[in-house]
């Protein structure tokens, strides 16, 4: 499924109080994928912080959408920017930020975080 099909299935609502700057958090604890380079499941989790502007993800859809990596070999960093990119398309947010904290491997483990900020109109 490539980034285009992705932002289909993300579905959007209109933000009930647009003027107000207020964080909305979704966390996924229980994210899974495949390491593009052993074959083996990859677990974490991910979390979504962000501002709206006009509009928010409506949360079953990001659900099906965080599950459609399960069976995807991808690396962490690129994971957390492909749901970052995604999402700031489907959302327009004025900002927003992506973590996904994954469980250790070989006794590490990683977190990744990437983020967005929308383009000041002034100036």
């Known amino acids: 499924m490539n980034s285009q099909q992705r932002r289909a299935l993300l579905e959007t609502f209109a933000n009930p109080h647009p003027r107000r700057a207020y964080r909305i958090e979704h966390v996924q604890p229980e994210y899974t994928s495949v390491c593009p380079v052993t074959g083996q499941p990859d677990y974490g989790e991910i979390t979504i912080r962000y501002v709206a502007a006009a ?66 109109r002034k100036g």
Not at 59 to 64: A, D, G, I, V
Not at 90 to 117: C, D, L, Q
């Open 55 to 120: 509009r928010c993800v409506e949360l079953k859809s990001l659900k099906f959408y965080l599950q459609s990596f399960r069976n995807e070999g991808v690396f962490y960093e690129d994971v957390v920017n492909r749901i970052l990119d995604d999402l700031v398309a489907a959302v327009k947010p004025r900002e927003m930020a992506v973590t996904g904290r994954f469980t250790p491997r070989g006794g590490m483990h990683s977190t990744i975080t990437a983020e967005y900020r929308a383009r000041s």
